[in-house]
């Protein structure tokens, strides 16, 4: 397809090998936390959960400062300096002698990952509002992408031993960092730049353009309980599929394949004949009740390829970024396109402090009493709000685009 700017490619590539580092350790957590944590898969299941609220902290805090660098700085100098910083992180996580020094390491990598924000903005910086809705969708597929190629090699590297996936994780990061210093141009126009300055680089001055423009409060919290509810994969689904499956690090691996390559396929093939038919609003919906259907029927799952079947319907959940995100970034002008990233990405951190903690829980409480599919039951309830919120509160035409200065 052709792109509005040379960026634009340069950063869903860079998006797909920051991903693969993130998804390669996947399959292995259930192994390495209950042996350095000397406790049993019930257990390790809610260690899991704070492993992943401390990864959120450190977005949230990183979030907005780094999207309003980006304003104050450019895009390129941000992602880099992340990448540089994920692959330091990897190496101390592959050397992580204890349960302790693992939290230490998932901490900084939240502060290092809060990349999305600045490779939404190169988005906004380089795309006319009307067509950012399916290039955020590439977005989306550049994660599914990383996502099919991530866990399918942490299963691979597993046999090598838990440590492996971090090692090859932090080699990708330091790639991805090479490949923006050679390739990725600047998006920011000069005159589009504005001061830093460190009491507002917070999530409520991110917001503060969205709320001025109306319409902006249903959308913010159905976005919320959507990511409160899509935490359960990252927090649960390793630990669920061994649970219930008993499949090891390889098995998990190829499921989250799975997952990311039908992410790809409905971002790449679908997304933009989607939202141009129906409209962004009605996508969103659409993707929201699709995702909570699956949900439901993961609780419920007997055979280990009935994941593969009901991920099928699944799959349509990815209709929910490209829609929402689009909506929202033609309510706020040029000069802050990074500071609603970042802030997007803090909210987006909120909900990954709260949701693993829910979700891990519910999966240990439901591991303890009979029923492992408690969390999906959960995250089915929150998603299902979402779709709601939106089908009830959110009108069907997006507020008048901005038209951004574009930097070629």
């Not at 991530?150 to 440590?163: H, Q």
């Not at 159905?222 to 690090?249: E, M």
């Not at 949900?295 to 829609?323: D, E, N, R, S």
């Not at 009979?370 to 709000?385: N, P, R």
Request: charged fraction near 10%.
């Amino acid at each position: 397809m052709r792109f509005e700017h040379r960026a634009i490619p340069i950063v869903l590539a860079a998006v797909v090998v920051d991903v693969i580092g993130l998804g390669i350790v996947m399959p292995v957590l259930p192994a390495l936390v209950t042996h350095l944590g000397r406790m049993d898969l019930a257990q390790a299941t809610r260690v899991s959960g704070w492993l992943l609220a401390v990864f959120a902290i450190g977005q949230f805090v990183a979030g907005p400062i780094l999207g309003n660098l980006g304003d104050r700085f450019g895009r390129r100098p941000v992602l880099m300096a992340s990448m540089v910083a994920f692959s330091l992180d990897y190496l101390l996580m592959a050397a992580a002698p204890t349960l302790a020094w693992l939290f230490v390491g998932r901490a900084i990598a939240g502060v290092a990952g809060a990349t999305f924000g600045p490779a939404g903005a190169v988005i906004a910086d380089t795309t006319p509002a009307d067509r950012r809705g399916p290039i955020f969708g590439l977005l989306g597929a550049a994660f599914g992408v990383g996502f099919i190629l991530g866990p399918a090699l942490g299963g691979i590297a597993a046999g090598w031993g838990t440590r492996a996936p971090f090692v090859v994780a932090a080699a990708l990061a330091a790639l991805n960092a090479v490949a923006m210093a050679l390739f990725l141009p600047e998006t920011l126009a000069p005159e589009n730049r504005r001061p830093f300055r460190l009491r507002d680089a917070h999530v409520v001055d991110a917001f503060k353009p969205l709320f001025a423009a109306g319409n902006a409060t249903p959308l913010l919290v159905a976005w919320f309980l959507w990511q409160l509810g899509n935490t359960v994969y990252p927090a649960t689904w390793s630990f669920w599929a061994a649970i219930r499956f008993g499949w090891n690090a390889t098995a998990i691996g190829w499921s989250l394949a799975w997952v990311g390559f039908l992410s790809v396929v409905v971002q790449v093939g679908l997304t933009r004949r989607v939202l141009a038919r129906v409209g962004e609003r009605n996508a969103a919906v659409i993707g929201l009740f699709s995702a909570t259907a699956t949900l439901i029927a993961y609780a419920f799952t007997t055979q280990g390829w009935q994941v593969y079947a009901f991920f099928l319907l699944g799959c349509l959940g990815a209709f929910a970024y490209p829609a929402m995100n689009a909506t929202l970034s033609r309510m706020v002008d040029a000069t802050r396109q990074g500071a609603l990233q970042g802030g997007i990405g803090s909210m987006n951190s909120v909900a990954a402090i709260l949701g693993p903690l829910i979700a891990a829980q519910s999966l240990g409480w439901g591991a303890a009493h009979g029923f492992d599919g408690a969390a999906f039951m959960v995250a089915a309830a929150l998603i299902g709000s979402a779709a709601s919120i939106i089908w009830l509160r959110v009108p069907t035409a997006s507020p008048a685009p901005e038209s951004p200065a574009i930097s070629r």
